[in-house]
């Protein structure tokens, strides 16, 4: 059965890091693209970041760029997000969403999901 | 790219055709997907390539369009189908979502 499980969330406060996994089974991991995607409490869709099925290439939203890394270990079968400097806007649950393909990016496949809260 | 969806909400009978659009401010040819989501659960994707159905999806969705509107429509709305729905944009980075139809039942 292909699923991927979100891990990591909870509680951390302005200005502090938190490091989020995603942890993939029932596919080839390297052979897709991933993506995260956060839901601000009451909000819609947020795209966050986009990686290539070897990793080697990254894309981000300019709300996050220079303060999250995106990274995967493909021999782990594990999507990461690095989340530093965090804002109280970065409230969101965060989810996972697996490619069509590679390079290929429509989300296919979503995790259920982890809540970040980001409060003193 | 921006993409902005109409209407924001809309309630209809069980039976009844609806449309929903999206429209993008710039051609994106067919680069666009269509997501459900219900409360408390992950989005789920439902069309891809503005018109091509993903596989278990009922075949009363469907979608239209290229270069900048794009239509979904659900040719006989069904109790389940209450949910929100977002349109998606894949021709470039950033990625960008439409804001959200709700769609509620009568």
């Known amino acids: 059965e292909v699923q991927m499980l979100e891990s990591g969330g909870g509680l951390v406060q302005p200005g502090g890091s938190l490091r989020l996994s995603c942890a993939a089974s029932?596919?080839?991991?390297?052979?897709?693209?991933m993506n995260w995607v956060r839901q601000a409490p009451g909000k819609g869709l947020d795209w966050v970041a986009s990686?290539?099925?070897?990793?080697?290439?990254?894309n981000y939203a300019d709300s996050v760029k220079g303060r999250f890394t995106m990274s995967r270990d493909n021999s782990k079968n594990t999507l990461y997000l690095q989340m530093n400097s965090v804002r109280v806007d970065d409230t969101a649950v965060y989810y996972c969403?697996?490619?069509?393909?590679?390079?290929?990016?429509?989300?296919?496949?979503w995790g259920t999901g982890t809540t970040v809260t980001v409060s003193s | 790219i921006q993409v902005t969806q109409s209407p924001s909400s809309l309630s209809a009978s069980v039976g009844d055709r609806v449309t929903i659009t999206c429209r993008a401010s710039?051609?994106?040819?067919?680069?666009l997907a269509w997501l459900q989501q219900k409360p408390g659960k992950a989005p789920n994707l439902l069309i891809y390539?503005?018109?091509t159905l993903q596989s278990g999806v009922p075949s009363r969705f469907s979608g239209s369009g290229s270069g900048t509107d794009f239509t979904l429509t659900i040719s006989s709305l069904q109790p389940e189908d209450s949910a929100t729905y977002y349109c998606?944009?894949?021709?470039?980075?950033?990625?960008?979502f439409g804001g959200g139809t709700k769609v509620e039942i009568k």
């Open positions: 998606q944009q894949l021709k470039s980075f950033p990625l960008t």
């Open positions: 990686v290539t099925g070897s990793g080697g290439r990254t």
């Open positions: 029932g596919f080839t991991f390297s052979d897709y693209a």
């Open positions: 710039e051609g994106i040819s067919i680069y």
């Open positions: 390539g503005a018109s």
């Open positions: 969403a697996q490619g069509f393909g590679s390079e290929n990016y429509y989300m296919v496949l």
